[in-house]
């Protein structure tokens, strides 16, 4: 039976320093290497295999999949990179320490946008530190100012069906390393969650979450692989 595997990057500097991260490109802590790694023994240890891995654009997620793989001596097996697989674009937020944030615009409001399904934060203003339209990785992407996770699922899903499901009915066996929101993303999706619930969805690093999939890719079974 086809079988997917999530895993959210280890813990990034700015998760550590707790500020919003987004498309910027940060890296893992020593804390967030040794999480991958935890998780790459975990999964040899409980008999996981691949044939296929995907991840983003983005280090963080990079970094994890390439570490958990050493870990299982599969650093060998074929990667697709995809900026569709990104984290959500934090816009005006990039970079902003998050207490602080609430501090000067209110709690309320800070939970809006990072807690809402369909709204954006502000737009990342042109000439930011954090504008991306230079980094060459994004060369022809229309880069957003800004997203919401209703926008970041706009851009994930299609992916999912154009690139992921294809090698999942082939009979492929697919590991995924990606972020909290882009991974959001598809357990909404696959676990058929309703929008007023998945924002509430807390997705902890490095840990993997197992998909058992039926021939029609319907989801027969979800567990973090650390509770089996």
């Known amino acids: 039976m086809p079988r997917l ?16 991260t987004g498309w910027w490109d940060v890296d893992v802590t020593e804390k967030g ?10 999964m040899a240890a409980k008999g996981l295999d691949f044939d296929m891995t995907f991840t983003s654009l983005q280090t963080r997620a990079i970094k994890t999949l390439n570490l958990a793989l050493e870990a299982m001596g599969r650093l060998w097996l074929p990667t697709e990179k995809d ?18 944030t609430s501090a000067k615009h209110g709690e309320a409001q800070v939970k809006i946008w990072r807690r809402s399904f369909d709204v954006p934060p502000p737009p990342m203003e042109a000439g ?10 994004y060369a022809g992407i229309a880069i957003p100012a800004t997203e919401s996770l209703k926008d970041t699922i706009a ?10 499901v294809p090698a999942l009915r082939d009979g492929q066996r697919v590991l995924i390393s990606a972020h909290g929101n882009s991974l959001r993303a598809l357990v909404k999706h696959l676990s058929n969650i309703p929008d007023d619930e998945i924002t509430g969805l807390e997705i902890p690093t490095a840990q993997p979450i197992v ?10 079974d979800r567990y973090y692989l650390s509770e089996r």
């Open 128 to 137: 930011s530190d954090y504008d991306l339209s230079a980094d060459r990785r």
């Open 83 to 100: 900026w569709r697989l990104n984290e959500r674009h934090y816009g005006g937020l990039t970079g902003l320490d998050k207490a602080e």
């Open 155 to 164: 851009r994930v899903l299609p992916y999912y069906e154009e690139r992921i």
């Open 33 to 42: 290497a040794a999480e991958a790694r935890a998780a790459g023994e975990m």
């Open 5 to 20: 595997v999530l895993i959210r990057h280890g813990q990034s500097s700015w998760n550590l320093e707790n500020r919003f």
């Open 211 to 220: 998909y058992e999939l039926d021939d029609a890719l319907n989801a027969t």
